[in-house]
């Protein structure tokens, strides 16, 4: 097993191939492209592409981490999981809801190989799919809940490897999503429960208190999430219009960040603001807002302008008239 | 496996950012839905003054006062703004036929604000503005297929001029990423559209060699792989074109791709040795 993962410190230090996050995404793209193209190539000969895929992709992820030493390119990590898919949906398919469990073992199979936290936290979502799918709404929101409680112990303890870290809180913060979206389709008119608003306040309440009390920041995001989720589903409780709420909501979210940017501004210890640095979220944001169209060009009335809409758009102002 | 020590210092402030990037997001889309659904009750002259009267809100705060929060108090006074230029065209028509210009005068009094401000969002913003005013301005000087692409190899060469001509240093990657991606999607198109597909292809490799080269001068990876992931679509979309055979274009689709990666590799290993050198 020698050469099969890297040592706890060789991850820490990065001391193995690999890539900045923007590089592994482009790489796992065009690895899961060439994937596609040898499928295609495989159905076309009417050769039993799924197998010879799930075959070579995973004999080539292979001898990439164990000679190559790659960890955190993208490649090795599109190799496992697209192997694995390809030949479960090149399956005959049955329909049943068990699919869930099968897709959901492959991606923890993959994400425990490339130690990929997103890969173990789509299996935790693809568990809480499968009760979803039985309609067992309720199990699949408890099942949620229990599974982020689990990633929220796992990180108040110490692991050795950044990855096992990582993974406790990319779970945390996804299953409370996935436990709502399960809930929230159980049927088709979307009515406030107040069993699930009290559910997340109190998710939120139990993230806010670990994230104080062991001074961990990822619990703060989990927190904001369930509040903001049960925000959502009180939706009937609230005396306001969804415009109005949302402009409500968000003049209070910008004033508690503003108020606790405040309040940390000279501390040294304990929480504090660090320094702003230049990051790949930070980008992300300053170029996010040109997606967003809040223009009133296409209100209610008919516009007396003529002539085409533009394709380029954004700036809050979109062209699409 | 043992019970994590509690940490002395704990940086939460990307989170308190993007916090704040949220509630500035929520209220813009409040905003719009606002125009969208209520302008009948209202008014539009009431929605329009107020919106106004917020955005200079916006303005006054952040010139006023020192805050935390400056920048995403810029931000939403420039959503504002734009909201409520979009709204004042469509209602009272001040442009007349010209009013696509209100996209360039948005374009303006953005940059003006992220200049003073030093507000990088509020930049994008302009950038955009300007996008969309020459994607509908132009459509009356260009009529042909190409016209997008056209429109766009415009905007990346204003975006480049600007860039050269910009004296804050912390905008011009933004304007270097935007002139890239734009000049590479006009090269696609061009190369997508059956009449020009050899010009396209012959612009995307002339762009793709023009970003490879200031991408390793300067050592910013991002834009090798640009040149490596828009050069591989230009090189595939001809070449599949031009086979026909679907079992040839997928192995020549398969092929390719896995060059491609092996190339792009070579780079990075090539910027990290310099990296290494550099230490």
Same mark, same amino acid.
């Given at each position: *097993?020698?050469?099969?993962?890297?040592?706890?410190?060789?991850?820490?230090? /990065?001391?193995?191939?690999?890539?900045?996050?923007?590089?592994?995404?482009?790489?796992?793209?065009?690895?899961?492209?060439? *994937?596609?193209?040898?499928?295609?190539?495989? !159905?076309?000969?009417? +050769?039993?592409?799924?197998?010879?895929?799930?075959?070579?992709?995973?004999?080539?992820?292979?001898?990439?981490?164990?000679?190559? #030493?790659?960890?955190?390119?993208?490649?090795? !990590?599109?190799?496992?999981?697209?192997?694995?898919?390809?030949?479960?949906?090149?399956?005959?398919? !049955?329909? /049943?809801?068990?699919?869930? +469990?099968?897709?959901?073992?492959?991606?923890?199979?993959?994400?425990?190989?490339?130690?990929?936290?997103?890969?173990?936290?789509?299996?935790?979502?693809?568990?809480?799919?499968?009760?979803?799918?039985? #309609?067992?709404?309720?199990?699949?929101?408890?099942?949620?809940?229990?599974?982020?409680?689990?990633?929220?112990?796992?990180?108040?303890?110490?692991?050795?490897?950044?990855?096992?870290?990582?993974?406790?809180?990319?779970?945390?913060?996804?299953?409370?999503?996935?436990?709502? +979206?399960?809930?929230?389709?159980?049927? !088709? #008119?979307?009515?406030?429960?107040?069993?699930?608003?009290?559910?997340?306040?109190?998710?939120?309440?139990?993230?806010?208190?670990?994230?104080?009390?062991?001074?961990?920041?990822?619990?703060?995001?989990?927190?904001?999430?369930?509040?903001?989720?049960?925000?959502?589903?009180?939706?009937?409780? *609230?005396?306001?219009?969804?415009?109005?709420?949302?402009?409500?909501?968000?003049?209070?979210?910008?004033?508690?960040?503003?108020?606790? *940017?405040?309040?940390?501004?000279?501390? /040294?210890?304990?929480?504090?603001?660090?320094?702003? /640095?230049?990051?790949?979220?930070?980008?992300?944001?300053?170029?996010?807002?040109?997606?967003?169209?809040?223009?009133?060009?296409?209100?209610?009335?008919?516009?007396?302008?003529?002539?085409?809409?533009?394709?380029?758009?954004?700036?809050?102002?979109?062209?699409?008239? | 496996?043992?019970?994590?020590?509690?940490?002395?210092?704990?940086? @939460? &402030?990307?989170?308190?950012?993007?916090?704040?990037?949220?509630?500035?997001?929520?209220?813009?889309? &409040?905003?719009? $839905?606002?125009?969208?659904?209520?302008?009948?009750?209202?008014?539009?002259?009431?929605?329009?003054?107020?919106?106004?009267?917020?955005? $200079?809100?916006?303005?006054?705060?952040?010139?006023?006062?020192?805050?935390?929060?400056?920048?995403?108090?810029?931000?939403?006074?420039?959503?504002?703004?734009?909201?409520?230029?979009?709204?004042?065209?469509?209602?009272?028509?001040?442009?007349?036929?010209?009013?696509?210009?209100?996209?360039?005068?948005?374009?303006?009094?953005?940059?003006?604000?992220?200049?003073?401000?030093?507000?990088?969002?509020?930049?994008?913003?302009?950038?955009?503005?300007?996008?969309?005013?020459?994607?509908?301005?132009?459509?009356?000087?260009?009529?042909?297929?190409?016209?997008?692409?056209?429109?766009?190899? $415009?905007?990346?060469?204003?975006?480049?001029?600007?860039?050269?001509?910009?004296?804050?240093?912390?905008?011009?990657?933004?304007?270097?990423?935007?002139?890239?991606?734009?000049?590479?999607?006009? &090269?696609?198109?061009?190369?997508?559209?059956?009449?020009?597909?050899?010009?396209?292809?012959?612009?995307?490799? @002339?762009?793709?060699?023009?970003?490879?080269?200031?991408?390793?001068?300067?050592?910013?990876?991002?834009?090798?792989?640009?040149?490596?992931?828009?050069?591989?679509?230009?090189?595939? @979309?001809?070449?599949?074109?031009?086979?026909?055979?679907?079992?040839?274009?997928?192995?020549?689709?398969?092929?390719?791709?896995?060059?491609?990666?092996?190339?792009?590799?070579?780079?990075?290993?090539?910027?990290?040795?310099?990296?290494?050198?550099?230490?």
């Amino acid at each position: *097993m020698k050469n099969a993962w890297p040592t706890p410190e060789e991850e820490r230090a /990065k001391t193995w191939r690999h890539m900045s996050l923007i590089v592994q995404i482009v790489f796992f793209f065009l690895t899961l492209f060439a *994937m596609s193209a040898l499928y295609g190539f495989c !159905s076309l000969l009417r +050769l039993p592409a799924g197998r010879i895929i799930l075959v070579s992709s995973i004999a080539v992820a292979e001898l990439l981490i164990r000679r190559a #030493h790659f960890w955190r390119t993208g490649v090795e !990590s599109a190799l496992w999981l697209g192997g694995l898919y390809s030949f479960i949906f090149s399956l005959p398919h !049955s329909g /049943k809801p068990e699919a869930f +469990l099968v897709l959901a073992a492959a991606a923890a199979l993959a994400g425990w190989r490339v130690r990929n936290a997103l890969f173990g936290a789509l299996a935790a979502t693809l568990v809480v799919a499968y009760f979803e799918a039985l #309609h067992s709404h309720w199990a699949a929101l408890f099942l949620a809940i229990a599974i982020a409680l689990i990633a929220l112990v796992g990180q108040t303890l110490q692991w050795k490897r950044p990855s096992t870290e990582l993974l406790w809180q990319i779970i945390a913060i996804v299953m409370p999503v996935a436990g709502y +979206l399960a809930i929230v389709f159980r049927d !088709s #008119h979307f009515v406030t429960d107040g069993r699930v608003v009290a559910i997340f306040l109190g998710v939120a309440v139990v993230f806010a208190i670990v994230g104080i009390r062991r001074r961990l920041r990822v619990p703060f995001v989990v927190a904001t999430i369930a509040i903001a989720i049960a925000i959502v589903e009180a939706h009937d409780y *609230m005396p306001v219009s969804v415009e109005a709420e949302l402009i409500m909501v968000g003049a209070v979210t910008l004033a508690i960040a503003g108020a606790i *940017m405040r309040s940390l501004r000279d501390k /040294k210890t304990g929480f504090v603001l660090g320094v702003a /640095k230049q990051s790949d979220l930070r980008d992300a944001l300053s170029v996010a807002p040109t997606l967003l169209s809040v223009h009133g060009a296409d209100s209610g009335t008919p516009s007396q302008h003529a002539g085409g809409g533009g394709e380029f758009g954004g700036a809050g102002a979109s062209g699409n008239y | 496996m043992l019970v994590a020590a509690r940490r002395d210092v704990v940086p @939460i &402030g990307d989170e308190l950012r993007t916090l704040a990037w949220l509630g500035v997001m929520l209220i813009a889309t &409040g905003v719009g $839905i606002v125009i969208k659904k209520h302008f009948n009750e209202i008014g539009p002259l009431t929605i329009a003054l107020v919106i106004a009267a917020a955005a $200079i809100a916006c303005y006054a705060f952040a010139v006023w006062r020192q805050s935390s929060i400056r920048d995403y108090i810029v931000l939403l006074g420039a959503l504002l703004i734009s909201a409520d230029a979009g709204f004042i065209e469509s209602q009272w028509h001040l442009l007349g036929s010209e009013w696509q210009r209100h996209f360039l005068l948005l374009a303006i009094v953005h940059a003006a604000a992220a200049y003073y401000f030093g507000n990088r969002a509020v930049l994008s913003l302009s950038i955009a503005a300007l996008a969309a005013w020459l994607g509908v301005e132009m459509n009356q000087v260009f009529s042909s297929h190409t016209d997008l692409a056209w429109r766009a190899f $415009i905007c990346a060469a204003i975006l480049l001029a600007w860039r050269f001509a910009n004296r804050k240093p912390e905008f011009a990657s933004l304007l270097e990423h935007f002139a890239a991606n734009i000049a590479f999607w006009g &090269g696609i198109t061009l190369t997508a559209d059956e009449p020009t597909r050899l010009i396209g292809l012959l612009v995307t490799l @002339i762009f793709a060699a023009l970003s490879m080269t200031y991408g390793l001068r300067k050592r910013l990876e991002l834009f090798v792989m640009y040149a490596g992931v828009y050069g591989l679509i230009a090189i595939d @979309i001809v070449i599949v074109d031009w086979i026909h055979e679907p079992i040839i274009a997928s192995a020549y689709l398969l092929v390719s791709s896995i060059a491609a990666i092996a190339a792009l590799f070579v780079m990075h290993a090539r910027f990290n040795e310099k990296r290494v050198a550099d230490a």
